[in-house]
């Protein structure tokens, strides 16, 4: 059992940043995947940042050059520094972890960027 909780999240306004932080309760070297997700309303759950551990990180298109995701392995924790956010950013963004066959999700951390 992996347990994931998710901080960071909040209301900013567009061109802001905001850091998304995501603490495991076991080492995160033991995790075979770590990502962020984001759920718009009305929309399905989308793959924003992602990476099996040791190797390189996938961005969607959406947020290459703006959103940079890294890991703090003393920390146990995952991050997603998201830059010149734009009102199209606004979700819940959620924390996975796969360990083995299972997938884990945090809680989810609201994001919401106003014009």
């Known amino acids: 059992q992996v347990q994931l909780v998710e901080s960071g999240g909040g209301l900013v306004q567009a061109g802001g940043s905001l850091r998304l932080s995501c603490t495991a309760s076991?080492?995160?070297?033991?995790?075979?995947?770590m990502g962020w997700y984001r759920q718009a309303p009305g929309k399905q759950r989308e793959l924003v940042a992602g990476?099996?551990?040791?190797?390189?990180?996938f961005y969607h298109d959406s947020v290459k050059g703006r959103f940079t995701m890294s890991r703090n392995v003393a920390k146990n924790t995952l991050y997603l520094q998201m830059n010149s956010l734009n009102p199209e950013d606004t979700a819940v963004y959620y924390c996975?972890?796969?360990?083995?066959?299972?997938?884990?999700w945090g809680q989810g951390t609201q994001v919401t960027v106003s014009s």
């Open positions: 996975c972890a796969m360990l083995t066959t299972l997938t884990y």
């Open positions: 076991i080492s995160i070297n033991s995790i075979d995947y």
């Open positions: 990476a099996p551990t040791g190797a390189n990180t």
